[in-house]
Structure formats: C-alpha cells, structure tokens
C-alpha cells in the first residue's frame, strides 16, 4: 500500500486515514479466518498482554494524530517507507529461517 501512496502521490493525511481501518479489518479477517481453519493455533496471551494491546493501540493512534502536527508530512512518508522496508525484509528473514514444517 506503500508503494501504492507514493506512486500515486496519494495524499499523507488522506492515505493515514484509510490505511488505519483498512489495517483493523484485515487483521481482523486474518485472526478470524486462522482462528476458523485452525483453531488450536491461535497463541494463548498472558492477561498482561491484552492490556498492553488494548491500551497500546489506541495510545498509538493518539500519538500519531500529535505527531502528525509537528512532523512534516514528508518526513512521515519516509517512515512509512523505512518501516515497510524493515518489515518487508523482516518477513523474508523470518520465512528463509523458518524450520519446514513437513507439510
């Protein structure tokens, strides 16, 4: 989606926006559809975890709408960048890392 905003110079405010629900409903789908097929897989939190998640994303959210004051909104479109960059190469990490399954 990243690569999307920019190639399309969609603007910041605009695609932060729709990013935010678009992120929540397919997390939620996910979590769902895994929880579904396989329901045993789901991980099991410690009760101190959906603390930190239920006050950890709306914490998140606010400081972002503070943030986005002070920050120019091409530094942000950097960091979005920078962040899909980590996390795209995180990902690859992961999965070149990943013991086989046997599958």
């Keep these: 989606m990243s690569i999307y ?4 110079r969609w603007d910041h405010q605009a695609f ?8 929540v409903l397919t997390s939620l789908i996910g979590a ?15 009760p101190m975890m959906w603390v930190f998640t239920a ?14 004051r002070v920050v120019p909104a ?4 950097l960091i979005v ?7 795209a190469l995180t990902a690859i990490g992961a999965g070149l890392t990943a013991a086989p399954t046997g599958h």
């Design 81 to 87: 960048i920078l962040l899909g960059i980590v996390g």
């Design 5 to 8: 905003a920019i190639a399309t």
């Design 16 to 23: 932060a926006a729709t990013m935010q629900p678009f992120v």
């Design 55 to 68: 006050v950890g994303l709306p914490a998140g959210l606010i400081a972002g709408n503070l943030l986005h």
């Design 74 to 77: 091409r530094i942000g479109r």
């Design 32 to 46: 769902g559809a895994v929880t579904i097929s396989t329901p045993n897989s789901a991980p099991v939190l410690e």
